[in-house]
């Protein structure tokens, strides 16, 4: 039996406009579509096959506002079968190292949790940096930009992929690993699938259940701030070159003149 947990994050729509509040440099959520992080997606599939070949329970635990019930909705008709849902308003601006503080928290409420998964890098913040964090405060191993993840007895061996190569790791369970975009293709929710999540149990717990400090989270006492956004300018149209016998040279001349060869 292997009890695992996964943290899904609920992000803008990756092929929507996403903009940030002109106030306080927060994500405009209301600017785009909402969806289960792919990178999630991906994390929750990983769990259901361990599910599928050791037995045990799938939860996931997600922090956001009350729409993320939409994204924690979708991993419970994937297959997993219960969710913690992290909901209070004073979470709202909250930078890596409270989420992080926060999710740990929320983890602590969760008996017989051998293994937690998380998607190495959210495609909104892109911090990259919760799963060590947790690893941090809940003082377990951790396991990261695995491809390849195999749990046997009381340890997990992984594949991780770096630029510098691929490392294969092990760890001792209870352990945190996130996954990158290689680790499996994730299951299309079946109709059975959908109708079974209207029923499983989603618990909201707020900062006072998981005793955490209101004053702990929150834009206003973030250890790091935005304190500006530029949006990237438009592409400027590209430069043509006409092949009258010397393209390639005026290809390389071009790529040199780019630094990129
Ligand atoms: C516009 C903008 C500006 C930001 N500025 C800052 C800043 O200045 N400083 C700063 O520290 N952070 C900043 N953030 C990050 C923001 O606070 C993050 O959403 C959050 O703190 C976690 O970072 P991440 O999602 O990038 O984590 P990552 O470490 O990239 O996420 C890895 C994995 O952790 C899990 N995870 C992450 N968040 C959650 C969650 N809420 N619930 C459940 N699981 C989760 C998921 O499995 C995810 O795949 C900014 C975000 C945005 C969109």
Same mark, same amino acid.
């Given at each position: 039996m292997t009890n695992v947990v996964v943290l899904i994050k609920q992000v803008p729509d990756t092929w929507s406009e996403r903009k940030l509040r002109e106030d306080d440099y927060t994500l405009d959520r209301d600017a785009a579509d909402p969806v289960l992080d792919e990178i999630n997606e991906r994390a929750v599939e990983e769990a259901l096959l361990i599910k599928e070949k050791h037995g045990g329970e799938v939860t996931v635990l997600c922090a956001g506002p009350d729409r993320a019930t939409d994204a924690i909705r979708k991993a419970l008709s994937m297959g997993a079968d219960k969710a913690i849902h992290v909901n209070d308003e004073s979470l709202h601006g909250s930078d890596a190292i409270q989420t992080a503080y926060v999710l740990a928290a929320a983890l602590g409420t969760v008996e017989g949790t051998e293994i937690v998964i998380t998607g190495?890098?959210?495609?909104? *913040?892109?911090? *990259?940096s919760i799963p060590a964090m947790i690893s941090y405060y809940l003082g377990i191993p951790q396991l990261t930009h695995l491809r390849k993840l195999d749990i046997e007895g009381d340890k997990a061996t992984g594949e991780r992929e770096t630029d510098e190569g691929v490392f294969t790791l092990e760890a001792s369970l209870p352990a945190i690993v996130s996954v990158n975009e290689k680790i499996n293709e994730p299951r299309f929710p079946s109709f059975k699938g959908i109708m079974a999540a209207k029923k499983k149990p989603i618990e909201t717990l707020s900062l006072a259940d998981l005793g955490v400090e209101a004053d702990v989270a929150g834009v206003a006492n973030a250890a790091t701030t935005v304190t500006g956004a530029t949006p990237k300018p438009p592409r400027a149209a590209g430069e043509k070159v006409a092949d009258e016998g010397d393209g390639g040279n005026a290809v390389a001349k071009y790529l040199i003149g780019q630094k990129i060869i």
């Open positions: 190495n890098e959210a495609t909104d *913040g892109r911090v *990259g």
